[in-house]
């Protein structure tokens, strides 16, 4: 897609004619069910139509992404494919695995993209994942692979954190750094985003993996950056995040990551899921989301060329940011 300037630097910015009831639509929701919303960031045909900020956040401030940190790794785990560190998203996982010793026949048969669509046969019930035996274990890749199931695999969906931090060890036993120093100079630094530099952890508790103690991107007992979680970012960043994806990975000329595998990652097969992005329908819009705990959210609608990213204070119970966008912000634009 063509566009006259790239946001390197930061958006530029567009006056949008929004209607005032709708607006103080936004406002009603805003101050009542989504009161933990700390910022909105809203690009339209390339240009900035809506930036906002809420609860005493900046521009400058950073929020924890949760699970928008797992479409950032699956950028990263493109990205390694491009350059050949990953072969296919078909390879067998326990190849990366010499030192365990996988030999259950089932077990070698569960491949990279179960991982990525996440349809690898964790052994725990559907959203009742063990994530508090997870981090509180020693060693975050033994549990993890221990967790795997030794039955045949139906591949059914099965939403992970687990798995995806077993996918940011590979990638990062496949490149052969962290994926904190890969990202940085293989995605970030590309299109403008801060780099992150390296924080210590100082513990493993609630605070330091999910609260107020988390800064750049944390690290598993044995220093691995996490996959599934634990990214510090910007609103601005997320948005730039975004955008990349919005025009399928080019960035001025420079595929930072393969079509091909944006198309991939966007594909939905048997579940509203692609390679760690969310899939949704609104009227004839399709709409790519990486969603976050506690409200984080990058939204890419191409029909639109939009992109909406929301930044939130943590709180455990929020309400799902793609209703959000689906009953209060797309309306702004199209109704």
């Not at 209607?19 to 240009?47: H, R, S």
């Not at 401030?61 to 491009?82: H, Q, R």
């Not at 890969?182 to 513990?203: E, H, Q, R, V």
Request: aromatic share 16%; net charge neutral; proline share 3%.
């Amino acid at each position: 897609m063509d566009r006259d300037y790239w946001p390197y630097d930061g958006f530029k910015y567009k006056t949008y004619d929004f209607d005032k009831e709708k607006l103080e639509k936004l406002n009603t929701a805003l101050q009542n069910e989504y009161n933990n919303i700390t910022g909105i960031m809203i690009v339209k045909d390339g240009y900035c139509v809506f930036e906002e900020y809420y609860n005493g956040i900046n521009e400058r401030d950073k929020k924890p992404l949760a699970s928008v940190s797992k479409s950032i790794l699956s950028a990263l785990f493109g990205i390694a494919m491009d350059q050949g560190y990953i072969e296919s998203v078909d390879t067998p996982i326990y190849k990366f695995f010499p030192d365990y010793n996988i030999e259950d026949e089932n077990l070698k048969k569960i491949t990279l993209k179960h991982i990525l669509n996440m349809t690898a046969p964790f052994d725990f019930k559907a959203w009742d994942e063990p994530l508090g035996e997870f981090v509180s274990s020693d060693n975050w890749t033994k549990y993890a692979l221990d967790l795997l199931s030794k039955e045949e695999n139906k591949e059914r969906f099965k939403y992970s954190t687990i798995g995806t931090h077993l996918l940011a060890v590979i990638l990062t036993r496949a490149i052969g750094i962290s994926l904190r120093r890969y990202a940085n100079k293989n995605l970030f630094s590309k299109i403008g985003m801060d780099l992150i530099p390296y924080y210590p952890m100082t513990g493993f508790g609630f605070d330091n993996l999910f609260g107020r103690y988390v800064r750049g991107w944390i690290h598993d007992p044995q220093g691995n950056s996490i996959g599934g979680f634990g990214i510090n970012m910007s609103l601005r960043d997320m948005t730039r995040f975004g955008f990349l994806y919005l025009n399928n990975g080019n960035w001025n000329g420079t595929q930072v990551i393969s079509e091909s595998f944006v198309k991939e990652s966007f594909k939905k097969e048997k579940y509203d899921y692609g390679y760690l992005w969310w899939i949704y329908r609104y009227k004839q819009y399709d709409a790519y989301c990486a969603l976050g705990i506690g409200g984080q959210c990058v939204c890419v609608i191409p029909k639109l060329d939009m992109v909406v990213s929301i930044s939130s204070s943590f709180i455990r119970d929020s309400r799902n940011r793609w209703m959000f966008i689906r009953k209060i912000i797309l309306p702004m634009f199209l109704e």
